[in-house]
T-cell receptor, first 113, second 113 residues
Framework: GNSVTQMEGPVTLSEEAFLTINCTYT??????LFWYVQYPGEGLQLLLK?????DKGSNKGFEATYRKETTSFHLEKGSVQVSDSAVYFC????????????FGSGTRLQVQP | NAGVTQTPKFRVLKTGQSMTLLCAQD?????MYWYRQDPGMGLRLIHY???????AKGEVPDGYNVSRLKKQNFLLGLESAAPSQTSVYFC????????????FGEGSWLTVV
């Protein structure tokens, strides 16, 4: 079946540091890949997505590239801010049928001033 | 600009009681989902629906029932609540196409004592 593995947190960084959160996946077919962000007490918001191999998703300074050869979708940001503190979820979408998301366990990011 | 709306937002139940969580979406989406979120486990799919009048089981359906009588609404029922069902519940919806964004509600916090 489908599965997503992402690095455990929490990840603690100083403001303006470089961020990488690793995500790898196992899936049949050609899934779409997503990063969602969850701020405290809120629901999940789409951060970025990529629907085919070599696509790069980007939003708010965050980037991730769909790497089919390494089955990875690592999230990066060049300079984090305190406001980026949140939980980040990597997910994949079934290419057929229910089209539901399979999530990783989430990575908590804490950015200190 | 409602999007996906869940009610209630908070609820405390006694073991054995029943309740229904209501999800409403105003985006004319075909697909709707119910997830639960538990610490360290990401989100897990409980049930889903690919259209009005249809429902199907996800990964963790035991102890829950659902109904989709109207396209815009997706109800999640707990017939006899158990402490193991203490969790945060998220409803989501999408158009269902490959790579389509799935939109989430703000969550319903349920405690079973």
């Amino acid at each position: 079946g489908n599965s997503v593995t992402q690095m455990e947190g929490p990840v603690t960084l100083s403001e303006e540091a470089f961020l990488t959160i690793n995500c790898t996946y196992t899936a049949t077919g050609y899934p779409s890949l997503f990063w969602y962000v969850q701020y405290p007490g809120e629901g999940l918001q789409l951060l970025l997505k990529a629907t085919k191999a070599d696509d790069k998703g980007s939003n708010k300074g965050f980037e991730a590239t769909y790497r089919k050869e390494t089955t990875s979708f690592h999230l990066e940001k060049g300079s984090v801010q305190v406001s980026d503190s949140a939980v980040y979820f990597c997910a994949l979408s079934d290419p057929t049928g229910r089209r539901a998301l399979t999530f990783g366990s989430g990575t908590r990011l804490q950015v200190q001033p | 600009n409602a999007g996906v709306t869940q009610t209630p937002k908070f609820r405390v139940l006694k073991t054995g009681q029943s309740m229904t969580l209501l999800c409403a979406q105003d985006m004319n989406h075909e697909y709707m989902y119910w997830y639960r979120q538990d610490p360290g486990m990401g989100l897990r799919l409980i049930h889903y629906s690919v259209g009005e009048g249809t429902t199907a089981k996800g990964e963790v359906p035991d102890g829950y029932n659902v109904s989709r009588l109207k396209k815009q609404n997706f109800l999640l029922g707990l017939e006899s609540a158990a402490p193991s069902q203490t969790s945060v519940y998220f409803c989501a919806s999408s158009y269902g196409g490959t790579g389509n964004t799935i939109y989430f509600g703000e969550g319903s916090w349920l405690t079973v004592v």
